[in-house]
């Protein structure tokens, strides 16, 4: 009797996707350069615009770069879950909202006036909120920040690969600061969120002199009273925290927990 080989296990079907945003997301996947090549070993790429000319819906995992602020969003996302045995959303807007829901607590009229000065012609559709993807459907796995480190996503990939759970940090930027010896900014008086932001990124904005503006959202147990305390302490006023939060964390969810604990940021 002659023994048979298994035959090999089909590669996953991977879909890339895109609403608002830069694509800058995206643009990381691509600049990943020699991993590519072995991630390619692993996987199939069937939808990825960006990348490829041949697009296909019969994709296993869907990753989701951009937020909803289309009405025609709302429907797209929902027959990308359909088809998807997994959802990965990549990238603030993604995940959080983004830069797109900084006009999350302005009025629709309002923004047609500033945007398109009064004219009716040009003037799209569109939700009343800029949201992130799980607003709307189940999403299995986040891989935040604005761009999306390039190791975090490879490590994720390969965790859902093998079947395992990717790891997210649930403490904060200060903590990495800290392991890497970086100096705290918010004690050189530039404004600085990272005690209430998710850590994952290495701190390495703080560790080149720029201020943490936690991108990749709030870590578990954010006290945003303390991050107040600690602004008025160093002479910086509390509504610039509240500012620095609103450039990637306003959405309503999001929002609603340090707009209680902090006044009005002077930009909305």
Request: net charge negative; glycine share 6%.
């Amino acid at each position: 009797m002659t023994s048979s080989s298994p035959a090999p296990r089909p590669r996953p079907r991977v879909g890339f996707f895109s609403f608002a945003s830069c694509e800058g997301c995206q643009l990381q996947v691509l600049s990943i350069e020699d991993q590519l090549l072995t991630l390619l070993g692993a996987i199939e790429i069937v939808n990825f615009r960006e990348a490829i000319d041949d697009r296909r819906d019969d994709y296993d995992v869907a990753v989701v770069e951009g937020s909803l602020v289309r009405p025609e969003d709302i429907e797209e996302i929902q027959q990308i879950r359909k088809r998807a045995r997994i959802l990965v959303t990549i990238g603030a807007c993604a995940c959080l909202g983004g830069v797109n829901a900084i006009r999350n607590k302005r009025t629709l009229a309002s923004l047609a006036r500033d945007v398109y000065e009064g004219r009716q012609d040009g003037v799209f559709k569109t939700l009343p909120e800029a949201s992130p993807v799980r607003s709307m459907v189940e999403v299995d796995y986040e891989i935040r920040g604005c761009p999306i480190d390039r190791d975090e996503l490879l490590e994720t990939l390969r965790s859902l690969l093998a079947g395992t759970v990717p790891y997210v940090p649930p403490f904060a930027v200060c903590v990495q600061c800290t392991m890497r010896g970086t100096p705290c900014l918010l004690e050189r008086g530039v404004a600085c969120i990272g005690s209430v932001a998710r850590a994952g990124c290495e701190a390495i904005c703080p560790a080149f002199g720029a201020p943490c503006e936690a991108c990749r959202g709030t870590h578990d147990s954010p006290n945003f009273e303390a991050l107040g305390e600690a602004f008025f302490r160093h002479d910086l006023p509390r509504y610039v925290a509240a500012e620095k939060l609103q450039l990637f964390n306003n959405y309503k969810e999001l929002r609603e927990p340090w707009e209680k604990a902090l006044p009005s940021p002077s930009i909305t």
